[in-house]
């Protein structure tokens, strides 16, 4: 047995904890926490909440590539080693005492290797099973998927430079 252990990327900033978290592969299968009797998702959200909350974190254009560069360089690195089913973990904090939001990101679970239990679970779900949009892909596909769902959905250039903030309308979806 293996055993990895690494540091928390949602630990506490200036005394200030995510409200949400976010789970986020670029996957629609499976990929929805359905709100609770209250009518609230709770728990780790996943990217089908996130596409709902009309969240974006904003910023300048050249934090904007340097976060594609970085998390295009993990991810080459991950497909590289025939590793998938990590995820783009994101805390979001509405604001904290001098009014500005705050985000956690990381790349998580990066110890699944596509081998021959997830081929064989992608061939299920894809021949078998007929679904069309699997959570499980070889490596090209998912890093594709992975990075267009992050630089499409996740993240976006913010209008004016200087700015880094999240656009959160129905943030209230998840209060």
């Known amino acids: ?26 996957s629609k299968a499976g990929r929805y926490v359905k709100p609770d009797g209250s009518g609230k998702a709770k728990g780790v959200l996943k990217d089908l909440n996130w596409k709902e909350s009309f969240f974006k974190i904003r910023m300048p254009q050249s934090i904007m590539t340097n976060i594609r560069e970085a998390l295009t360089r993990d991810v080459n690195f991950l497909r590289a080693f025939n590793i998938v089913d990590y995820s ?30 997830k081929r064989g679970e992608r061939f299920v779900k894809k021949s078998v099973l007929g679904q069309k949009d699997v959570s499980c892909e070889d490596t090209i596909t998912y890093a594709t998927r992975f990075l267009a769902f992050a630089f499409e959905q996740v993240f976006a250039e913010a209008e004016e430079s200087g700015i880094c903030d999240i656009g959160m309308q129905g943030f209230e979806a998840f209060m």
Not at 1 to 26: I, Q, S
Not at 90 to 101: E, F, I, L, P, S
């Open 1 to 26: 047995m293996y055993m990895v252990c690494m540091e928390n990327c949602l630990n506490m900033v200036r005394g200030l904890r995510p409200a949400h978290v976010f789970d986020l592969k670029g």
């Open 88 to 117: 783009l973990l994101v805390g979001v904090n509405t604001q904290d005492a001098h009014n500005r939001r705050r985000f956690w990101i990381s790349v998580i679970d990066i110890l699944q290797l596509f081998n021959m239990k």
